[in-house]
């Protein structure tokens, strides 16, 4: 049976650029739960720094792996979704990991179940390897923020195929991706297992960067009044910590 005749339940996507320090890393955790029903994509962006040897070296673990320029990382996503054949796909950072026990449990829902989106918990670690949080799901607070673990969010290949990320964002469009889907009535079902470990670090933690693309999504995907209302909470949450204090 050839790859293209495989049922996958899961299509795990790693987008890579340069990821040489971490990426094995990230291999062996995906390696931790690689199976018939488990497909692997990598989408690499040309790398030079030996990211390639390292993937190449694994053998039979990567089903798809294309090495070509892209646009930015949403791009490479975007390429990487629409080769994914499985019912689910799940984005890996080339730096972060996949946690088996929760993520097999996580196979369990989607294969009884068969939820449009799934969303469990991340676990965050700093940069030292020293545990610093867990993050959970809340769809509501999309409203104001990105509230849905995107490492730990199971999305069905019909949803993210069909909505896809635009690209015209750098660093925040996956929060663009997640609020549309809120906002068109999409159901997120919710987890409490955790499926992934993400490291800080990397291409997100521009701060100013992050903040002047989640305003300007907000303001694109929540129209003008939404919108106003949204802001005049926050400012209103504001003056309530400011008496606290």
């Excluded at 050839?2 to 955790?29: D, M, W």
């Excluded at 984005?91 to 026990?101: C, H, K, M, T, W």
């Excluded at 955790?194 to 960067?209: D, E, M, P, Q």
């Amino acid at each position: 049976m050839s790859p293209e005749e495989k049922h996958y339940l899961v299509s795990i996507v790693t987008v890579t650029k340069n990821c040489g320090p971490t990426i094995a890393r990230t291999l062996e955790s995906v390696r931790s739960v690689k199976s018939h029903d488990v497909q692997y994509v990598v989408v690499d962006g040309e790398s030079t720094d030996g990211t390639l040897d390292i993937i190449r070296g694994q053998g039979d673990l990567v089903d798809i792996l294309i090495s070509e320029k892209d646009s930015g990382i949403y791009n490479a996503m975007n390429k990487g979704a629409a080769i994914a054949s499985g019912q689910y796909i799940l984005f890996l950072n080339g730096d972060d990991r996949i946690v088996a026990e929760g993520f097999n449990r996580a196979k369990v829902i989607l294969d009884k179940n068969a939820p449009e989106l799934l969303a469990c918990q991340s676990e965050v670690f700093a940069q030292n390897g020293s545990k610093d949080s867990v993050i959970g799901p809340s769809p509501w607070l999309l409203l104001f923020f990105n509230s849905i673990p995107h490492l730990a969010t199971f999305v069905s290949a019909e949803l993210q195929k069909k909505y896809k990320f635009r690209e015209t964002f750098r660093i925040a469009a996956d929060y663009d991706l997640f609020l549309r889907m809120f906002l068109k009535g999409h159901h997120f079902t919710l987890s409490k297992l955790i499926t992934s470990v993400h490291y800080r670090g990397g291409f997100s933690n521009n701060l100013a960067k992050v903040v002047g693309e989640i305003g300007q999504i907000r303001k694109d995907n929540l129209g003008a009044v939404l919108y106003s209302l949204t802001r005049g909470i926050e400012r209103l949450n504001k003056l309530k910590k400011a008496f606290r204090r």
